[in-house]
RNA sequence: GGGCGUGUGGCUGAGCAGCAAAGGCAACAGACUGUAAAUCUGUCGGGUUCUACCCUUCGUAGGUGCAAGUCCUACCGCGCCCA
């Protein structure tokens, strides 16, 4: 892999650049779509290439499960597993110690979001529910050193899974990670991590980042393919911490590098927390921001010096009835679509605005038809690839 | 004409003496950021001083009873069977 950054900006962080691949070039910034099960979820390969989308991030944990690495390398990996042609990533399963962990634990499923909204939806009496669990306050919930999720062991080796699909036992650690990426064979490929929950505390923090920076080393140690391999930052809500990993990791002989766990209270906070690392990181080499993407978070995230960053938000909102556009969010399952005989953006040219109207796709996902999910996924990406496309243009003309 | 059965909130469908009435559907609202999924949560007869109180509801009209969707009588509607 090959990262070229062609500009940097005078007024911000933002660089624009290129990655490139033995499967083609990523201009970045850029968002990559979410392709956990070695499927963008509803459409087939051409479809996603349909919607500008120029990489995809595929998961270890998942594809180790099922079908389990194997099958994959012997279809010739996953680029003919799932006849992608385009570059793909794959994440470490750094993630599912943190959503199958204490993310569970915590009613929280895969929801890493900005620690407050976490906290206010956790009290059940801010929800209108009847107040009998209001003893469950946020302090009551913090995660100190040494604590351990319910459902699996995190210990300086590695991580015991329990399979949410059979229940069997599975150890995941750098070296099982990295094993399992290269059969997977991704142009990218990610170090083993712990994502630390946005409840733990700075002590918990603080231990959880000496394992991650130990399997940091571990992981490239292991690698023993070409595939770019790049490492994790943690250190959630907290500088010291973030700064001491973004050195850490930075200084190692990472092709690129990730930026992951819990981003602070908000947005500006988020800003400032990618600034720290940011700044700690090479800057010739390209940075991935794990699990971020709103549109409105963006222009920020690419502000503060991020390359390329996942998003599951385009994908998982489609097969929820929501449709990104330039109105704003829109829920398609409200029966007042039904009489919209209009595109769901009318200033946008995707396949499903020229062809197809909110009125039937509004029906389809009443009427419980996968194809309205597939609509929504479609124009949903095709909308954030867009808006992605719009801010590299802002960053050539000097306005970012 | 006779016999049996049945009528419950927008629909469906429990309840068979102490309920504004389970469940499901629909409707309405909200959430979702390295995917535990095509998910979850809340509201859902009306009104107020809304973690509480008041009013009106279970085909219609009477009756028994402290209390009736729940028991009795009549009527009306629907269903099946017999003439």
Redesign the pocket.
């Known amino acids: 892999m090959n990262f070229k950054i062609l500009k940097k900006s005078k007024i911000s962080r933002a660089r624009l650049g290129f990655l490139e691949t033995e499967h083609g070039v990523v201009e970045t910034p850029c968002l990559v779509p979410?392709?956990?099960q070695a499927v963008?979820?509803t459409l087939d390969s051409k479809e996603v290439e349909e919607t500008k989308s120029q990489i995809l991030?595929s998961?270890t944990?998942?594809l180790h499960l099922r079908p389990g690495e194997k099958v994959v390398e012997k279809a010739g990996k996953l680029h003919k597993f799932m006849n992608w042609k385009k570059p793909l990533m794959t994440?470490?399963g750094?993630?599912?110690v943190?959503?199958?962990g204490f993310g569970?634990d915590f009613g929280l499923?895969?929801?890493?979001?900005?620690g407050n909204?976490i906290f206010s939806?956790l009290d059940p009496s801010a929800?209108?529910?009847?107040?009998s669990r209001k003893n469950l306050l946020p302090r009551a919930m913090e995660i100190k050193a040494g604590a351990q999720p319910q459902?699996l062991i995190i210990n300086s080796d590695g991580v015991v899974f329990?399979s949410?699909?059979n229940g069997d036992e599975l150890f995941l650690g750098p070296k099982e990670s990295i094993k399992i990426q290269e059969k997977l064979g991704a142009d990218i490929i990610?170090a083993f991590?712990e994502?630390?929950p946005p409840m733990a505390d700075f002590d918990y923090v603080k231990k959880s980042l000496e394992k991650t920076h130990n399997w940091a080393k571990i992981c490239l140690k292991a690698k023993k393919t070409k595939q770019a391999l790049y490492g994790?930052v943690?250190g959630s809500r907290f500088k010291d911490l973030r700064v001491e990993s973004a050195k850490f990791i930075g200084g190692l002989n990472f092709d690129g590098f990730?930026i992951?766990?819990e981003f602070g209270n908000s947005k500006k906070e988020m800003s400032q927390m990618l600034q720290w690392v940011a700044d700690e990181l090479p800057e010739k080499k390209p940075r991935h921001l794990?699990?971020?993407?709103?549109l409105e978070?963006m222009e920020a995230i690419i502000k503060s010096g991020v390359d390329t960053f996942?998003?599951?938000?385009p994908?998982?909102?489609a097969?929820?009835?929501?449709a990104f556009t330039s109105e704003g969010k829109l829920?398609l399952?409200?029966?007042?679509f039904l009489k919209k005989i209009e595109p769901l953006d009318k200033n946008c040219v995707c396949n499903v605005c020229l062809n197809y109207k909110k009125d039937y796709i509004c029906h389809l996902l009443?009427a419980?038809e996968?194809t309205g999910?597939k609509l929504l996924t479609f124009h949903n990406l095709w909308y954030f690839n867009t808006f992605v496309e719009e801010i590299r243009n802002k960053i050539k003309k000097g306005e970012i």
């Not at 794990?290 to 709103?294: A, Q, R």
């Not at 399952?333 to 007042?336: F, H, L, M, N």
Request: hydrophobic share 30%; with cysteine.
């Open positions: 979410v392709a956990t963008v979820k991030i998961n944990f998942w994440d470490s750094g993630y599912q943190f959503s199958l569970r499923g895969s929801k890493l979001a900005l909204e939806r929800d209108g529910a009847h107040s459902n329990r949410p699909i990610f991590d994502c630390t994790i943690q990730g992951g766990g794990l699990g971020v993407g709103y978070d996942d998003c599951t938000v994908t998982h909102y097969r929820r009835g929501i829920n399952k409200q029966t007042k009443k419980g996968i999910m």
